[in-house]
């Protein structure tokens, strides 16, 4: 008995001075800014300006601000639409029908293909930008292509905005579904799938029945990560519409980068990420519950 | 793995994770520079302004034994330069010694301390007395202190293809006496070139929205943006709407870029240097800098610009007060508070601005003496743009300024993309700055 407890109280020392400086890096360098944020949301911080040499506390001011300005219920809304189409559905959806469809095909053709789309999310963001920049320009490749067949060019980036980034998004992001489902799918036993086979299910059924419920769990997981990466999106919008035109493009980031260091008004600038944080916070959370549900 | 080994591996962990912690909490108050090194920031790419300082740099550096200066270029935008000099000057351990300085956030980054006030320095220069004084003014903090050293002022106008528009039958020089003469002029080459009329027009642009082509339009009306009486902003008169309304005529009726590029931030670069040399714009309401592009330091060398190119000055609305308009800024030479060479900063800036140094590209010279020179008067234009500085006009750049002035480029880009009538941006902007700096400090004409 008292052997094994000394043992215990061992392993409880063990873990903790293994886990301490993580854990005082996360202290520090984690949860010390999202105190802070919190604290300045609820100032008049600014970058410039006599409010940056005096800063006060102004309670809820810039949160009723913030539900009275009428560009913030548009970033809301614009954010939704762009996390739905881009993540939830797109990525997800492109990168699970790409895994499923490679999976036990030959070698050098998973190879090439998995090169291909990883090429997209390789790419710095920036550069994912430029190059789609330059595609859907007025005399971009798709414009060319498109002429081919007679159809006009067309302003993509004018006239068609969000779901320009959507796509771009989509592009760039699928990879990495991708790989989450290429390694899920890889997981499945063989065996279910066989006994299923003989047990006379088509491919719908195998799918509907056999794959998809073993691989929820990936799912959920790249669900949260997938949304988490969509919500911070910034540099692929700012550069290639900087939000607009107007404020058609204009998410949660692009808005509060223009309230923080367009206006300088900082303190706004972090009430709003305080915003972004509980969305992101909240969404995880009922991911998870519906991952517990079953 | 035996008990030694595992020992080992825990020490070494824990050493790391400390030498980790030590590192993250260092450096604190140590500057690297030596005491006789200062150094200068600059929005880059400026060729002009690197030049002008390399000189000035060989001079005071033979001048002072031992001195060095450090020219350090900053790449940046627009809209990005005054945020990262900013965050430069917040901290000792990155404040250079001087700051190029955009006149428009001089104001408020002496009230937030970020600069240093020269004034008891800058009564004791004698040359200080040859800058105009309607370009202290904008070196001038709201506390009555000098912020800076003016090292250029600039005006805005209307740039004009003569070969172009005499081709439409009209009369060069051209002297537009109101905004419909501007239109009309655009309308008659609407089928000739690329681009009839050039502004800025879109948030991408950010002051250049505001100040080249909005306060151009606004100053012209019988209305005003801040109302230096009460101290407040109007957020909705007769002349804001007009402005709109001009701005509405010129993208609905095709008279402007398309709005593909145009409403971008590459746009300015693309009209200056690749668009104007190749005569595919009729006019240009903008800075008097953009010939410096032109010039053979400059980014897109057209030594046969002159034979092609003139400026006017912009008409008021219906040719109303001076008949003219136009708006000025200019950049500064500042000292940070924080920086770690005041004096020796304060003495390069003597140097640089001197008679026989304060030579900044096309830039128009802040220095009465040097606006006298032979020299300065024989560049191209300067006489006739130097003269728009009697009915200039400076913005209103207290500290809510760059929120009502994003305000303003937001209900321009409205406008030029069609999202909203003139009327819906006027009402949006009247809603926008309300909320933004507070009912307190607004008011309707």
């Given at each position: 008995m008292g052997k094994s407890k000394s043992l215990n109280g061992n392993i409880y020392l063990k873990t903790v001075l293994f886990g301490l400086p993580s854990i005082v890096l996360l202290l520090l360098f984690v949860l010390g800014p999202i105190i802070m944020t919190f604290y300045f949301s609820f100032t008049n911080m600014s970058l410039t300006g006599a409010a940056a040499r005096d800063t006060q506390f102004v309670g809820f001011d810039n949160f009723i601000r913030m539900f009275q300005d009428p560009s913030f219920k548009t970033s809301v809304i614009n954010t939704i639409v762009f996390l739905i189409a881009s993540a939830v559905i797109g990525q997800q959806i492109v990168g699970f029908l790409v895994a499923y469809l490679m999976k036990q095909k030959a070698r050098p053709f998973r190879r090439i293909i998995g090169i291909l789309i990883l090429a997209g999310w390789i790419t710095p963001e920036i550069v994912v930008a430029f190059v789609w920049f330059a595609f859907l320009s007025d005399s971009g490749t798709l414009n060319?292509?498109?002429?081919?067949?007679?159809?006009?060019?067309?302003?993509?980036?004018?006239?068609?905005?969000?779901?320009?980034?959507?796509?771009?998004?989509?592009?760039?992001?699928?990879?990495?579904?991708?790989?989450?489902?290429?390694?899920?799918?890889?997981?499945?036993?063989?065996?279910?799938?066989?006994?299923?086979?003989?047990?006379?299910?088509?491919?719908?059924?195998?799918?509907?029945?056999?794959?998809?419920?073993?691989?929820?769990?990936?799912?959920?997981?790249?669900?949260?990560?997938?949304?988490?990466?969509?919500?911070?999106?910034?540099?692929?919008?700012?550069?290639?519409?900087?939000?607009?035109?107007?404020?058609?493009?204009?998410?949660?980031?692009?808005?509060?980068?223009?309230?923080?260091f367009v206006n300088y008004q900082l303190g706004y600038g972090t009430a709003i990420s305080l915003v972004l944080l509980v969305i992101g916070i909240s969404l995880s959370l009922l991911y998870i519950r519906f991952l517990k549900t079953d | 793995m035996n008990t030694f080994q595992k020992r080992i591996l825990l020490l070494s962990v824990l050493f790391l994770a400390i030498l980790t912690l030590a590192a993250c909490g260092g450096g604190e108050g140590k500057s690297s520079k030596s005491a006789n090194e200062i150094e200068i920031v600059y929005k880059a790419p400026d060729e002009s302004f690197e030049s002008w300082m390399k000189e000035a740099k060989e001079q005071f550096e033979?001048?002072?034994?031992?001195?060095?200066?450090?020219?350090?270029?900053?790449?940046?935008?627009?809209?990005?330069?005054?945020?990262?000099?900013?965050?430069?000057?917040?901290?000792?351990?990155?404040?250079?010694?001087?700051?190029?300085?955009?006149?428009?956030?001089?104001?408020?980054?002496?009230?937030?301390?970020?600069?240093?006030?020269?004034?008891?320095?800058?009564?004791?220069?004698?040359?200080?007395?040859?800058?105009?004084?309607?370009?202290?003014?904008?070196?001038?903090?709201?506390?009555?202190?000098?912020?800076?050293?003016?090292?250029?002022?600039?005006?805005?106008?209307?740039?004009?293809?003569?070969?172009?528009?005499?081709?439409?039958?009209i009369e060069t020089p051209w002297n537009p006496e109101s905004w419909d003469d501007v239109l009309a002029a655009a309308e008659a080459i609407k089928d000739d070139v690329e681009v009839p009329i050039w502004m800025n027009s879109g948030k991408a642009m950010g002051e250049g929205t505001t100040m080249q082509t909005f306060l151009m339009l606004l100053n012209g009306t019988d209305s005003d943006l801040y109302n230096e009486d009460t101290g407040k902003w109007v957020v909705s008169s007769e002349g804001f709407l007009d402005s709109l309304k001009f701005i509405d005529h010129v993208y609905q009726n095709d008279l402007g870029p398309s709005l593909s590029w145009g409403i971008t931030g590459q746009?300015?670069?693309?009209?200056?240097?690749?668009?104007?040399?190749?005569?595919?714009?009729?006019?240009?309401?903008?800075?008097?800098?953009?010939?410096?592009?032109?010039?053979?330091?400059?980014?897109?060398?057209?030594?046969?610009?002159?034979?092609?190119?003139?400026?006017?000055?912009?008409?008021?609305?219906?040719?109303?007060?001076?008949?003219?308009?136009?708006?000025?800024?200019?950049?500064?030479?500042?000292?940070?508070?924080?920086?770690?060479?005041?004096d020796l900063a304060f003495e390069f800036i003597k140097t640089a601005t001197?008679?026989?140094?304060?030579?900044?590209?096309?830039?128009?010279?802040?220095?009465?003496?040097?606006?006298?020179?032979?020299?300065?008067?024989q560049m191209t234009y300067?006489?006739?743009?130097?003269?728009?500085?009697?009915?200039?006009?400076?913005?209103?750049?207290?500290?809510?300024?760059?929120?009502?002035?994003?305000?303003?480029?937001?209900?321009?880009?409205?406008?030029?993309?069609?999202?909203?009538?003139?009327?819906?941006?006027?009402?949006?902007?009247?809603?926008?700055?309300?909320?933004?700096?507070?009912?307190?400090?607004?008011?309707?004409?």
């Open positions: 060319i292509m498109l002429g081919f067949i007679n159809i006009e060019p067309i302003a993509w980036l004018l006239k068609f905005p969000l779901v320009s980034v959507i796509f771009v998004n989509i592009w760039h992001g699928a990879a990495f579904s991708m790989l989450m489902y290429q390694a899920a799918l890889d997981d499945i036993p063989q065996e279910v799938e066989e006994a299923s086979k003989i047990d006379g299910a088509n491919a719908w059924q195998r799918l509907w029945r056999i794959t998809l419920p073993i691989i929820k769990g990936s799912a959920v997981t790249n669900m949260v990560l997938v949304t988490l990466q969509t919500l911070g999106v910034f540099t692929l919008i700012y550069a290639l519409t900087g939000g607009g035109p107007g404020e058609k493009t204009t998410t949660l980031p692009i808005f509060m980068y223009d309230q923080a | 033979a001048e002072n034994e031992g001195v060095t200066v450090k020219i350090t270029p900053i790449d940046s935008n627009e809209g990005d330069y005054p945020n990262k000099t900013i965050l430069m000057m917040r901290s000792a351990d990155t404040a250079p010694d001087i700051v190029m300085e955009d006149s428009e956030g001089l104001k408020p980054n002496a009230a937030a301390g970020y600069l240093a006030p020269i004034t008891d320095k800058l009564e004791e220069w004698e040359d200080w007395d040859h800058f105009y004084e309607a370009v202290k003014d904008g070196v001038t903090g709201e506390d009555g202190e000098f912020y800076g050293v003016p090292i250029s002022t600039d005006v805005r106008g209307l740039w004009y293809n003569k070969t172009v528009l005499e081709k439409a039958g746009a300015g670069a693309k009209v200056s240097t690749e668009l104007m040399p190749k005569g595919e714009v009729g006019i240009a309401l903008d800075g008097n800098w953009m010939s410096g592009n032109w010039q053979e330091s400059g980014n897109s060398p057209w030594p046969e610009w002159e034979d092609h190119i003139d400026i006017t000055a912009m008409p008021t609305m219906d040719g109303q007060g001076d008949g003219k308009v136009t708006v000025s800024g200019g950049w500064t030479l500042a000292i940070p508070e924080k920086a770690a060479n005041k001197s008679k026989d140094n304060l030579r900044y590209g096309t830039a128009l010279t802040p220095r009465k003496d040097i606006a006298e020179l032979d020299d300065y008067q300067q006489q006739k743009i130097t003269e728009f500085l009697e009915f200039t006009t400076y913005r209103p750049t207290y500290d809510e300024y760059p929120m009502v002035s994003s305000n303003i480029q937001k209900a321009v880009e409205a406008v030029t993309t069609g999202t909203l009538t003139p009327e819906e941006a006027l009402e949006q902007f009247k809603k926008d700055v309300n909320r933004d700096v507070g009912e307190d400090k607004t008011e309707e004409e």
